[in-house]
């Protein structure tokens, strides 16, 4: 009975014996079959493109055809107020970013031990492997496009204004704003693409920012008042300058400034050119007047600034100009200078808006600034000037220049140099209750200087200007020079007579021998 049973038992583990090498021989031929394949195996896919036996070559093409594909696929971006903006996803530089985990579909089931290999070969028999398609896209490519394409149709939030009629103002409504928020989009469009984009053409809203304007009715209700007022005359001026100050005045009338807001002349005034409706006319420049485009826009905002002093407005930035000017005291101007980089700037630190008014009539400029009045009735304020040093120049400058005729003279007068400070003055009821400095200004002082021609060939006209320049005296240089100009006219005068005469007596003897000819009479 005991040998029955261990014979019975030895038949168990020989069957068992048998099966596990049946089971392990033939999936091992298997196993070595697959890793000795260079291809991909049946059943592995990239996303939904099937690379079943495909080399890592054969699948990288693959891949790289299904992406030139999907560049061609369109976005449209929603931009402001119902705009579109189309471009394929290929102008936004897509590309593929994982291509290497082609190398790692093309090992599995032949890479690792053999129970490894052989796991992954069985798992391929009930279900296929999927990689993830990665891509990618530029996000400053993105950001051009909602900059260059999809900004350019945000509606910009403007704040209701006043209107000048007759003695009163009129509300201009605002409108609210909207702008492309083009950090929010360019993310929210790179996330879509990269990550959920089911590969067809596509349509993406950009995200939109509201702006809700400043102020409204109620605010400007209470202008009414006028806070400052200053006047400064440009009779003097030629037409050109005239110009000038007329339309810089007229670029900033009508202007309404909220609560907190500052005020730059330069970007209200610029750009200083024909097309803007400003001339060539003089302005200061390096100590030296010369004609610039624009020149005089700098009583515009001297007549803005004594204004907005007298309105107690904060100020931000002033300059005064290098060298004096005439038409206000020393230390009441203020220049601006695109070359310089000056500018006239304030903020109005009221409670309320305000507005400034310009106007131009009789060859006076004048702004009024109106808001309301919150200061006390016996308040009351004024500027003065006080000069604390005066240089006079001391010598003249006399320039020759070649390129100009002998006896032209170009003088430019000279200018006085000033230090000078401007007090503010606080008075109520009649009585002085503050003094306080608020600027001190320094104007260069200039010479009288000259540029005088020297060109001629006649040798005497060049002798005497070299020795009325040797002078070192300009009037002396300007007698001799207009001496030889009302020479060099009295000789012109002459040659032109001359040349009358005989262009008479060329007549009279065409007209004899048209004549003689008429008659018969043969030519001397």
């Known amino acids: 009975m005991k040998k029955l049973r261990e014979k019975s038992y030895s038949t168990v583990l020989a069957v068992l014996f048998a099966l ?85 579909a093309a090992g599995l089931g032949k890479e690792g031990n ?16 999927v990689y993830p398609l990665a891509l990618g896209v530029d996000k400053d490519v993105i950001r051009t496009v909602m900059q260059e394409q999809c900004a350019e149709y945000d509606i910009p939030a403007v704040n209701p204004t006043l209107q000048r009629e007759g003695e009163g103002f009129t509300v201009i409504e605002g409108q609210t704003g909207l702008s492309t928020n083009i950090e929010e ?11 959920g984009w089911n590969y067809q053409d596509a349509s993406i809203d950009v995200v939109i920012d509201v702006t809700q304007p400043k102020g409204n009715a109620e605010d ?103 060298m004096i000017v005439s038409y206000v005291e020393p230390s009441m101007d203020a220049a601006i200078a695109e070359s310089a980089g000056k500018d006239f700037k304030f903020k109005n630190n009221l409670n309320y808006p305000i507005y400034i008014e310009g106007k131009t009539e009789n060859k006076k400029v004048t702004f009024t600034i109106y808001g309301l009045e919150e200061r006390k009735p016996e308040h009351k304020v004024k500027y003065e000037s006080e000069v604390l040093k005066v240089t ?51 104007y260069k002082v200039s010479p009288r200087s000259a540029t005088v021609g020297t060109a001629t060939d006649n040798p005497a006209y060049a002798s005497r200007i070299q020795a009325a320049i040797a002078t070192g005296s300009i009037d002396h240089v300007k007698a001799e020079a207009a001496a030889i100009q009302a020479e060099q006219a009295a000789v012109a005068a002459q040659q032109q007579a001359i040349a009358q005469q005989q262009a008479e007596l060329e007549a009279y003897y065409k ?14």
Request: hydrophobic share 35%; proline share 3%.
């Open 392 to 442: 006079h120049p001391d010598s003249e400058i006399i320039v020759q220049n070649a390129g100009m005729p002998v006896g032209s003279v170009v003088v430019e007068s000279a200018h006085i140099g000033y230090v000078a400070q401007l007090w503010k003055v606080i008075e109520e009821n009649g009585q002085e209750i503050s003094r306080d400095v608020i600027n001190k200004s320094t």
């Open 185 to 195: 989009t360019v993310n929210k469009t790179y996330d879509y693409l990269t990550n």
């Open 114 to 129: 053999i129970v490894q290999r052989y796991k992954a070969i069985q798992d391929l028999k009930y279900g296929k492997k």
């Open 220 to 322: 400007l209700a209470v202008v009414k008042d006028v806070l400052g007022t200053f006047t400064t005359s440009y009779s003097t001026s030629g037409k050109a300058r005239r110009a000038n100050v007329e339309n810089g005045c007229r670029l900033i009338n009508g202007t309404t400034l909220y609560p907190g807001e500052e005020f730059s002349t330069y970007d209200s005034v610029r750009p200083f050119t024909e097309a803007n409706g400003y001339y060539p006319a003089g302005s200061y420049l390096n100590g030296k007047v010369v004609d610039s485009i624009g020149g005089g826009i700098c009583q515009v905002s001297t007549t803005l600034y004594n204004a907005v002093l007298l309105s107690e407005l904060e100020i931000t930035e002033r300059y005064n100009h290098s």
């Open 511 to 524: 007209a004899l021998a048209e004549q003689q000819a008429a008659e018969g009479v043969p030519a001397p």
């Open 20 to 104: 596990v090498v049946m089971l392990t021989i033939i999936p091992m031929q298997e196993v070595q079959a697959r890793s000795e394949d260079k291809t991909i195996l049946d059943g592995i896919y990239m996303d939904q493109i099937d690379l079943s036996g495909m080399t890592v070559e054969e699948a990288t093409n693959t891949v790289n055809a299904f992406v030139n594909e999907l560049k061609q696929r369109v976005v449209t971006f929603g931009a402001v107020d119902e705009h579109y903006v189309a471009i394929t996803v290929g102008d936004l530089s897509l590309n593929w970013t994982n291509p290497e985990v082609l190398e790692e």
